[in-house]
Each structure stands twice: as C-alpha cells, then as structure tokens.
C-alpha cells in the first residue's frame, strides 16, 4: 500500500501519454480481457484481489480524473460502469464486486487517464480505505 500511495504522490497531471495510452497502442504488453471500439479491460499487473482488472477509455479526451469529467464525458463514463458490470459477469463475480475510481494524489491515483479498478473474487470490507 505504501508504495502505491507513493505513486500517486509523485504522479501528476500531463498531456503526455500515460501508460494506459501504451497499452492501447500495444506498445506494452497486457493481459487483456475485453476490447472493444471504445475501451480497454485488463488485469492489473498488483492485483489486490484474486479477480482486479482495470477499465479504461480509449481516447482520452481531457478525462485525466473523475474531478474533470464534464457533461461531453457522460457517454464515455457510462460506458467504463456498463463495461464493468460486463466483465464482471464474464469474470464470474456473481455474488458480487467492487467498482474503484481513485481521483487525485489524496484519491490515491498514479495514472492520470481515468479509469475504474473492478474487483472481486473475495469478500470487501468496509470501510475501503
């Protein structure tokens, strides 16, 4: 935890492409487990979970973060929770999941393209953080 907390600490905001933009280029590797026209689903190489993948759009498009959003990104934003409640039925979560946006370095967000982190396989607690 230390280490991801330092992560998004050291993180900013940049017009520069992310990681995300090198996995969608297929620069780097991952293992991808839904793609479509407008996003891209994959297993997070720190699993905190035994099922944790990592949901994102495609373009960009100004969304570094969910604080961004503006009214032109609710079609997208549907679609990142629709693709989760997809993959989770793929992945076999049927007795449930959870939905994840870290938002900022007090959000704990280290890649500054917005994305959602499903995970399942093993009972949640709560409080999350």
């Known amino acids: 935890m230390a ?6 600490l050291a993180a900013a905001p ?12 297929k620069e780097i590797p991952a293992k991808v487990v839904f793609e479509d026209d407008k996003v891209l689903a994959f297993r997070d190489i720190s699993p905190q979970a035994p099922t944790h993948i990592v949901i994102i759009p495609k373009v960009r498009d100004g969304l570094t973060g969910l604080s961004k959003a503006e009214e032109k990104h609710c079609e997208i934003l549907g679609k990142l929770l629709y693709t989760a409640k997809l993959v989770a039925k793929q992945e076999g979560l049927d ?4 939905v994840v946006i870290n938002d900022g370095p007090s959000g704990c967000q280290s890649v500054y393209h917005i994305h959602i982190h499903l995970i ?10």
């Open 95 to 98: 007795d449930g999941f959870r």
């Open 120 to 129: 399942g396989g093993r009972q949640m607690n709560w409080p999350p953080g």
């Open 14 to 25: 940049s017009d520069a492409p992310t990681i995300f933009d090198k996995i969608i280029k």
């Open 3 to 8: 280490a991801e907390k330092d992560a998004a």
